[in-house]
């Protein structure tokens, strides 16, 4: 099992910054891609960005050149970093893991990630 919890949601300005980490924690060997996703009210959860154990690394379009996902070398702390945040970044942002040994499952596809985060708020205002 991996136990996945995130931090450092808040309120920022447009144009600000965050950074959003989530804490991994169980059996993260077994886990090969990390990711953030986010939900806005009344939307579908969307993929963000996506990190496997050997660095590959993919960014939905809305985010490219903004935001930049990392793993530590522990593979213990997933980070996302936030730069010139609109209001369409505002969302529930969440992070999961996927067990997937060939990298197949590495996709902005909900239904391939097992394990969810409690999810952590992003309200981005003028």
């Known amino acids: 099992q991996v136990q996945l919890a995130e931090s450092g949601g808040g309120s920022v300005e447009v144009g600000g910054s965050l950074r959003l980490s989530c804490a991994a924690s169980?059996?993260?060997?077994?886990?090969?891609?990390m990711a953030w996703f986010r939900q806005a009210p009344g939307k579908e959860r969307e993929g963000v960005a996506i990190?496997?154990?050997?660095?590959?690394?993919t960014y939905a379009n809305p985010v490219k050149d903004r935001f930049t996902i990392s793993l530590d070398n522990a593979q213990t702390t997933l980070s996302l970093q936030m730069n010139s945040l609109s209001h369409e970044d505002t969302a529930m942002y969440y992070c999961?893991?996927?067990?997937?040994?060939?990298?197949?499952?590495?996709?902005?596809?909900?239904?391939?990630?097992?394990?969810w985060g409690q999810g952590t708020q992003v309200t981005v205002s003028s």
């Open positions: 999961a893991a996927a067990q997937s040994p060939g990298g197949g499952l590495c996709k902005f596809v909900r239904g391939n990630y097992n394990y």
């Open positions: 169980g059996a993260t060997y077994r886990s090969y891609c």
């Open positions: 990190i496997t154990t050997n660095g590959r690394i």
